[in-house]
């Protein structure tokens, strides 16, 4: 992605953030401290002209310099719409008049969406999807065997929780720009199956409750992940490359792949301890705890960074989104 389409894709992703029209407060603030990131005055302005209405889709489109930026801003903006759950039909015709603008290929577009409208809808209930390989730390629990006891209830829960916030965490590394989107089903799973370990019956109304009382915005993160793709300038298509591996290597990235371990870690713990003690947590309670556990994520981060790229390296997102959709991974 080249400087000169800098401004478009964040006027693009701006637009697809509030194509729903329902920006609660928090979501604002959140909003401005991420836009804040992603320049000074210039974009400051931007962000203005967008907010008052004087910049449409078609506007940022066609100041776009090639083709593959063009798909890198749909893809980031069918990521912004998805993020929180399905499209209404204000983010549905945001889409189409956006992929209209954008002069493309039909098919590749859609496909695009169809990849992010299924992993909205993907079941809570399933197995948390595999990471690549498991250390010993992290592997599944055994049965008691020949005078070997089994691993506990509780070590089997927090090497689940690790293992996912490395896959988190190894998403962010990936290149492709659905791989961020993916992490949000990921905790979404990740709580259910914690809660369902303590008898909880949870929906997804319920897991969104919990992670806004945390301040875990499905919306915030993804707009997280594209500030950090835009501001590193990776700009690459993905699908054609979706069981790809590769690493991307910019700072952005890895600062993704940090704060997307660290949030997975402390929501899977403080989600178990919240759980075990059948759900009498005050918010305040709730928040001082994931800030604890955030702390401790902090401070497991500089000696789980080789495992994180180690997971990119390998990772099959192909393989990782269709376990998320409940597909057959062969």
């Not at 603008?101 to 993907?122: F, I, K, N, P």
């Not at 293992?163 to 799973?189: C, D, H, K, T, V």
Request: a negative charge.
């Amino acid at each position: 992605m080249h400087e000169q389409d800098r401004e478009p894709v964040i006027a693009i992703c701006l637009l697809a953030a509030l194509a729903d029209g329902e920006r609660t407060p928090e979501e604002q603030e959140h909003f401005a401290r991420i836009t804040a990131r992603l320049g000074g005055q210039d974009i400051s302005e931007l962000v203005a002209r967008v907010q008052r209405g004087e910049l449409t889709a078609g506007a940022a489109a066609r100041r776009l310099a090639s083709p593959e930026a063009r798909l890198t801003a749909y893809e980031m903006a069918v990521a912004m719409v998805y993020a929180d759950g399905e499209a209404n039909p204000s983010e549905r015709a945001f889409l189409e008049q956006l992929k209209q603008a954008m002069e493309l290929s039909d098919a590749g577009l859609a496909e695009v969406q169809r990849e992010a409208e299924s992993l909205s809808r993907a079941p809570l209930a399933g197995p948390t999807p595999a990471a690549v390989a498991m250390s010993p730390a992290t592997e599944a629990p055994r049965p008691s065997q020949a005078g070997i006891p089994a691993v506990s209830h509780d070590a089997a829960l927090e090497a689940m929780i690790r293992q996912q916030a490395l896959l988190a965490g190894a998403l962010e590394l990936l290149p492709q720009n659905i791989a961020s989107l993916a992490i949000i089903p990921i905790q979404m799973r990740l709580v259910y199956r914690i809660g369902a370990d303590y008898g909880q019956k949870l929906d997804n109304a319920q897991i969104k409750d919990l992670l806004g009382v945390l301040g875990i915005g499905a919306a915030g993160q993804v707009l997280d992940g594209v500030a950090r793709r835009i501001l590193g300038g990776l700009g690459r298509g993905m699908f054609g490359r979706v069981l790809g591996g590769v690493v991307g290597g910019t700072a952005g990235l890895v600062a993704g792949a940090g704060v997307s371990f660290v949030t997975t870690y402390a929501l899977g713990h403080a989600a178990k301890q919240y759980y075990a003690q059948g759900r009498k947590l005050s918010p305040a309670d709730l928040r001082e705890l994931f800030e604890r556990f955030r702390a401790e994520a902090e401070g497991l981060l500089p000696r789980v960074q080789s495992e994180l790229h180690a997971q990119s390296r390998h990772l099959d997102l192909g393989r990782v989104l269709a376990s998320i959709r409940g597909a057959p991974t062969g």
